[in-house]
């Protein structure tokens, strides 16, 4: 699906979207703030309620936020550098 789905199961589930938040993040939230960050997401998103985002609800979201993608190009590096260090 995308590059955020990182358990490869075709959705973007709370898990995969509190990896991104953490790798975006790092130490400069509390876990209370990036919780509420995951939780703000999925109440912007998740259109049919099913705790997880398909392609299109992505879709949806991204495109009412473009510098995102920015963050998604970002994210897709980590990997690499993380083999790396």
Request: charged fraction near 30%; aromatic fraction near 14%.
């Amino acid at each position: 699906m995308t590059i955020l789905d990182f358990n490869n199961d075709g959705y973007i589930d709370q898990a995969d979207v509190q990896f991104a938040v953490d790798a975006l993040v790092g130490f400069n939230l509390t876990e209370e703030e990036k919780d509420m960050v995951v939780e703000k997401v999925f109440e912007e998103a998740d259109i049919d309620g099913d705790k997880r985002l398909s392609y299109v609800e992505f879709e949806h979201i991204i495109s009412r936020a473009p510098d995102f993608i920015k963050y998604e190009t970002k994210l897709f590096f980590l990997p690499q550098i993380i083999i790396f260090l």
